[in-house]
Structure formats: structure tokens, C-alpha cells
T-cell receptor
Framework: AQSVTQPDIHITVSEGASLELRCNYSYGATPYLFWYVQSPGQGLQLLLKYFSGDTLVQGIKGFEAEFKRSQSSFNLRKPSVHWSDAAEYFCAVGGASGTYKYIFGTGTRLKVLA | AAGVIQSPRHLIKEKRETATLKCYPIPRHDTVYWYQQGPGQDPQFLISFYEKMQSDKGSIPDRFSAQQFSDYHSELNMSSLELGDSALYFC??????????????FGSGTQLSVL
């Protein structure tokens, strides 16, 4: 069965520190992978996505993610975190045939210390 | 730029009542998706429409129904509400039915509280 796992429910980092949010997926075919960010009371905003090609994808707000097929992972990274990055981050796998019938991970809540 | 509009932003209902949530997609977007996000939960896909026809279905209870109208706005109708229906309901829109090849835009959601 298809699934997405985000092992870290909460992560706390200091402002300026680097960040890595983990995402592991289980999917029968080549996955469509996404990272979304959700601020309190807000909708989901797409940070980046991977369909094919270069396994290191660049997104908005200085985020990047690397697709590693051998590890079934799609970890999100940022070299230097800003206080405004505090939010909930969701990894998602696109549905079969590339639909938006997403399977979301349970999310990682990021707290940034000043 | 216009975004996806959802109304109302907040809705409070009692058990066994009905609720209607509305979603107005970005102009010219013809595809609408509905997601449900329970407290502290990940969003779950409910249902989607393309050109006024249901295009896909997820974990939507039988008590819920939805449709897309000629102006492409969509309504999610929820009957016999239960406490467990309390959640944030997101609508998202895209142009075309090519799925993830099209960019998806989310609304800010309707927070439904069932008392």
C-alpha cells in the first residue's frame, strides 16, 4: 500500500541553523513527490515537487529536497532557517497516474528559536 | 492575483445538522479538489471534479456529497453531522485534468466545528 512517513513530529532549530525534514515513502511506481508548508490558519502552500530528472530540486523560500530512490526518501533541507519558517510541513505523494489524490504524511511541526 | 476562495471561514454546527461548504476556484480553473484535515492530522483527499463531473473519489463518507456548478464553483454538502466531522476542509483548484502536471492552488480552508 502506498504511504508516506514523516518520522519527526516536532523539530526545533535555532534561527540561522540548517534544517532537514525527513520523508520516506512507499509507492509501487515512480512517485510524484511534494513538500507543502502550512502556517496556522492558512492553506497549504507548495514548496517544491519532484516528478523526474534531476534528483535535487529547488523550491521557494530557499528550500530544496533530494529524491533518493534507493532509500525511498525525499528529505527537505534549508541551509539557514528564518523565524518565519516556523510552520507545519507536509510531505505528499501524488496519486496513481499523477493525480492530486494525494497521500500526505502526518506532518512535521517546525519551531524556530530566536 | 485572485486565489481560491472558501466560504465560510468558520462554521459551527450541532450534531445531526447539515452544512454546506463553498469553494470558488481561481478564474478559469476547471478542476476542484476537496480535502479534510482533522485536528492534528494530515489532509485526506475527499473528492475532485473536472468540468462539472466527478473525476476522483477518496475517503468521503456517504453522508457527504459534492458537486461542481457551471461557473466551476463547488459545494460540499454534509448531512447528519457527527463530532468526528470537525475538521478543516480545504478546497484546491487547478486548470485542466492533467493532475500533477498542473499547479494546484489551495484555499485557506473552512473550519467546521460540530458540537
Amino acid at each position: 500500500a502506498q504511504s508516506v512517513t514523516q518520522p519527526d513530529i516536532h523539530i526545533t532549530v535555532s534561527e540561522g541553523a540548517s534544517l532537514e525534514l525527513r520523508c520516506n515513502y512507499s509507492y509501487g511506481a515512480t512517485p510524484y513527490l511534494f513538500w507543502y508548508v502550512q502556517s496556522p490558519g492558512q492553506g497549504l502552500q507548495l514548496l517544491l515537487k519532484y516528478f523526474s530528472g534531476d534528483t535535487l530540486v529547488q523550491g521557494i523560500k530557499g528550500f530544496e529536497a533530494e529524491f533518493k530512490r534507493s532509500q525511498s526518501s525525499f528529505n527537505l533541507r534549508k541551509p539557514s532557517v528564518h523565524w518565519s519558517d516556523a510552520a507545519e510541513y507536509f510531505c505528499a505523494v501524488g496519486g496513481a497516474s499523477g493525480t492530486y489524490k494525494y497521500i500526505f504524511g502526518t506532518g512535521t511541526r517546525l519551531k524556530v528559536l530566536a | 492575483a485572485a486565489g481560491v476562495i472558501q466560504s465560510p471561514r468558520h462554521l459551527i454546527k450541532e450534531k445531526r445538522e447539515t452544512a454546506t461548504l463553498k469553494c470558488y476556484p481561481i478564474p478559469r480553473h476547471d478542476t476542484v479538489y476537496w480535502y479534510q484535515q482533522g485536528p492534528g492530522q494530515d489532509p485526506q483527499f475527499l473528492i475532485s471534479f473536472y468540468e462539472k463531473m466527478q473525476s476522483d473519489k477518496g475517503s468521503i463518507p456517504d453522508r457527504f456529497s459534492a458537486q461542481q456548478f457551471s461557473d466551476y464553483h463547488s459545494e460540499l454538502n454534509m448531512s447528519s453531522l457527527e463530532l468526528g466531522d470537525s475538521a478543516l476542509y480545504f478546497c484546491a483548484s487547478s486548470l485542466g485534468d492533467k493532475g500533477v502536471d498542473e499547479k494546484l492552488f489551495f484555499g485557506s480552508g473552512t473550519q467546521l466545528s460540530v458540537l
